[in-house]
Structure formats: structure tokens, C-alpha cells
């Protein structure tokens, strides 16, 4: 069988959404005809039986500097210095403005880039014992890419950048100015050798091909495991519940347009206050009670804050309906997430607010999982409708089938990453791709068997 290296800083049990994709390739990928080996940075409780994992040692950049000047490593500056975060999400005080500059700075290209000398050494003596017959390097951060542009050199094996979110291109970046082109002309160099580039989204991928135009460019979709979601769920909560598992990223995700649409429904009767209860599980930013204050809303909204992704997803399946928050930025319309995966697998119904019509607002109407709601009139009725759901049965009830959400598992991931990595390697036979593989017109997809193989 032949063998993938994946280079991936985020891996079980590391408690990030970006160890998913990586997790679901390593899984799948076998019964696809590629073993994964997989290449981390050593973190504790790590169960490394089944897939081969090598891991490496790591230097915390950002801590070490907190050292020098004899502070607490673990803890952030802003708490150490005495220094009141801002209250409002898109607003930041003149020192934490300062902090961030020099945190890029100090974190160029990236606040992992510490990892990138043991990752090196790793695969050098991975190279005098073994044999890899390809590369994926998968990020951010964009560490990952920068280590497999030289293992591809070192290995001498075909190599595919696959991003979680798009480095330079990417809407959410701080860059701006020097940084900016500091971080373009990195990409450059560093994707100069790869065979191919690989996204979430279709309109990422159309990004891709702009900057790259002599790369083939594929969309290959996140997913969930269907593994995550094998016990029997919970029971439904007995209150109309409404609840949101992630990170808000400082507000460019934002949840007001509920908060006040739910305010109204108050207001005129239409929803009883008493039934409702809105859940956020994840970090609690200080501008988020504000705004729940603002809207009056501090009998109704709950913050328990960071829990384990067990209990997560726990809280997925008994809800009755699930919140996903847009991107803010208007432009972004290839942004999915990977928690709207994990919704679809949870299946319950799934409500989003904020950002602009894209990816995520056809998956869900093709799916019939849920709305994007893009106006306030939207969301009203949506609302309105399964609040009437749940008052008539006690629940609202999922409107995806089994076949509609099976293109979005892991296997089905890897299945198309498999494709891509045949590919990469040779062809001796072109087919067409498998449903749901989005390329470059340049590029042949194969399944066959690769001569480099």
C-alpha cells in the first residue's frame, strides 16, 4: 500500500477543530488504498496505536518571550499587566493594538513556527528508515506547508498544500502592510514546488487558481465522523433550546441579530421567554455579556464556557436547534466551518446568522438541514415555525435525510483526497472524479494505480 506523509500540527487529542480534518484523513484513508503516517509535535494523553504517528518536540515561542520578561507563560498579557480588555467586539484599545503588532512580529510566519526544527529533524530520520510515496501538509498554521516544502525536497515525493483556511487569501487575517507581503511572498516560495493545492470550498479553491493559475486547485469539503455520532442521542431538552459549541473570534462572529429578533418575539408574545434558552459552549469574549445586557437578555442566555468536545457534542444532540455564526465580513462566501459538519452529524436543525450567501446557505438548503437566515425578517420566521414545532410535539424536527448528509462524513473526505493524491503520483488510466470533487479544468483526476507506486 502506499504511504502519505501528513504533516499536521493540530492531531488527537489536541482540543482544536483544526485536528479534525487531519484525524478524518488518517482514519478513511486506508480503506481508500493510502497508509498515513502521521507527523505532530508530541502532545500529553496521546493514544498513538493504529495509524503510525511520529511525534516531535516543540518550542513555544510566545512563551519563551513571556519568560525573558518574567512573566507567566500560561497566562495572557492582558490579565498580567492589569489591562481591561474592550468591551465591544470590533474595537480594540491602543495597547492591545500594540500587543498585536508585536505578536506578529514575534510570530512570523506563524505563533507555531517553533515546531519547524524538530519537525525536520524528524523526517530525516524518517527518511533513513522509511519510505513515503507522498506529502500532505495541512494548515494553518502555515508552519506545516513551510516544513513540506522541504520534505518534499527531502523525501523527493509528490506534495499537496491543503488549507483549512487560506494563508495570504484568507478574509479573517490581521495582516496588513509589510506583514502582508512579508506573509505573500512566503506563500510564493513556499508553494512554488507543490503538485497541488487543495481547500473547503469551492470558492476557495477559485482563489487559488487565480494566484496559482499553474497549480490544479481542488475543493474537497470538511465533514464529521459518523463514528463521533454511533451511541444513541440524548433525550431532547425540555426547553426551546438554541445552542452554539466554537470560538466567536472576537466578533466576527456575532449573534446580536438573534439577540434582538428573540427581544421582539418577547416583546409582542409571539415566544414565551420562559421556554427559551440560548447556550454558548465555547471561550466567553467580555463583549458578549454586553451585549446580551444590552438586549436583556440575562434570564435566557447561558455561558458555561469551554467544555471537552465530548460533552460538546453531548450538548449538540439534545438541543433543539443548533446556532451557526456567519463571517462578518460580507466578501467571505466560501467559509463553512468545521462545527457545521459536527451539526449536520448531530442532526438537529441548524439555524445561521450573520455573513453573507455562500457556501454554507446552499449546503443547508440543499440538505434541508436548516437556514441561513440573511435578514431579520428571515430569521423572524424561522424562529416563529419551530418555536410552533416544538409547543405542538416538544421538539423540532431534523429536515435532512440520512442520504443527505452521507456526502459529509470523513470517509467521504478521504475518498476524494485519495483521488487527488492518485493523481499527483501519475496516471496511467483517467476517469472521471468522484460526485462532489470540485477541480481546475487543467487538471486530470485519476483512480487508477500510479506508475510511482
Not at 117 to 128: G, K, Y
Not at 436 to 449: F, I, M, N, T
Amino acid at each position: 500500500m502506499p504511504r502519505v506523509l501528513l504533516i499536521s500540527y493540530h492531531y488527537p487529542p489536541r482540543p482544536s477543530v483544526g485536528s479534525l480534518r487531519p484525524a478524518g484523513l488518517a482514519k478513511y484513508l486506508p480503506e481508500f488504498g493510502w497508509e498515513p503516517i502521521v507527523l505532530t509535535p508530541t502532545f500529553p494523553g496521546r493514544d498513538i496505536h493504529g495509524t503510525q504517528v511520529w511525534e516531535t518536540g516543540y518550542r513555544d515561542v510566545i512563551a519563551d518571550w513571556k519568560r525573558r520578561f518574567g512573566l507567566n507563560p500560561q497566562a495572557g498579557l492582558h490579565a498580567q499587566l492589569n489591562l481591561p480588555l474592550s468591551a465591544m467586539p470590533t474595537s480594540s484599545k491602543w495597547y492591545t493594538k500594540i500587543m498585536d503588532f508585536a505578536w506578529v512580529c514575534l510570530t512570523y510566519p506563524d505563533a507555531n513556527k517553533g515546531w519547524t526544527p524538530f519537525a525536520l529533524e524528524a523526517i530525516s530520520e524518517f527518511n533513513r528508515s522509511q519510505r513515503a510515496h507522498a506529502i500532505i501538509s495541512t494548515g494553518p498554521p502555515s508552519s506545516c506547508h513551510v516544513i513540506a516544502r522541504k520534505a518534499k525536497s527531502m523525501l523527493g515525493c509528490p506534495w499537496i498544500a491543503d488549507f483549512r483556511d487560506l494563508w495570504v487569501q484568507n478574509l479573517a487575517a490581521t495582516n496588513a502592510g509589510i506583514a502582508l507581503r512579508m506573509q505573500g511572498g512566503l506563500e510564493k516560495r513556499t508553494l512554488r514546488t507543490a503538485d497541488a493545492l487543495v481547500t473547503v470550498s469551492e470558492p476557495w479553491a477559485e482563489r487559488l487558481r487565480e494566484r496559482y493559475p499553474d497549480k490544479p486547485s481542488y475543493a474537497i469539503a470538511n465533514g464529521f465522523d459518523p463514528d463521533d455520532f454511533a451511541s444513541p442521542p440524548p433525550p431532547l431538552t425540555r426547553t426551546f433550546s438554541i445552542t452554539y459549541t466554537g470560538q466567536l473570534y472576537q466578533g466576527k462572529r456575532d449573534p446580536s441579530p438573534l439577540f434582538e429578533v428573540l427581544q421582539q418575539l418577547f416583546q409582542n408574545g409571539t415566544v414565551d421567554r420562559g421556554d427559551v434558552r440560548v447556550r454558548f459552549y465555547g471561550p466567553i469574549e467580555p463583549w458578549l455579556l454586553a451585549i446580551v445586557q444590552r438586549y436583556s437578555l440575562q434570564d435566557v442566555v447561558e455561558m458555561p464556557g469551554k467544555v471537552s468536545r465530548e460533552e460538546a457534542l453531548l450538548r449538540q444532540r439534545e438541543s433543539q436547534l443548533l446556532l451557526q455564526l456567519g463571517w462578518s465580513d460580507p466578501r467571505e462566501t466560501g467559509q463553512y466551518t468545521g462545527k457545521l459538519f459536527e451539526y449536520l452529524g448531530s442532526r438537529r436543525p441548524i439555524l445561521a446568522v450573520g455573513g453573507a450567501r455562500g457556501v454554507m446557505t446552499e449546503l443547508l438548503a440543499k440538505t434541508g438541514a436548516g437556514l441561513h437566515a440573511l435578514s431579520r425578517a428571515e430569521l423572524r420566521e424561522f424562529l416563529v415555525s419551530a418555536y410552533a414545532q416544538y409547543r405542538s410535539g416538544g421538539f423540532v424536527p431534523f429536515g435532512a435525510s440520512e442520504a443527505d448528509v452521507k456526502p459529509y462524513t470523513h470517509r467521504e473526505m478521504a475518498h476524494k483526497m485519495s483521488v487527488v493524491l492518485t493523481t499527483i503520483c501519475g496516471v496511467t488510466t483517467v476517469t472521471a472524479p468522484p460526485q462532489g470533487v470540485a477541480k481546475s479544468k487543467e487538471a486530470a483526476v485519476v483512480l487508477s494505480s500510479s506508475s510511482c507506486l
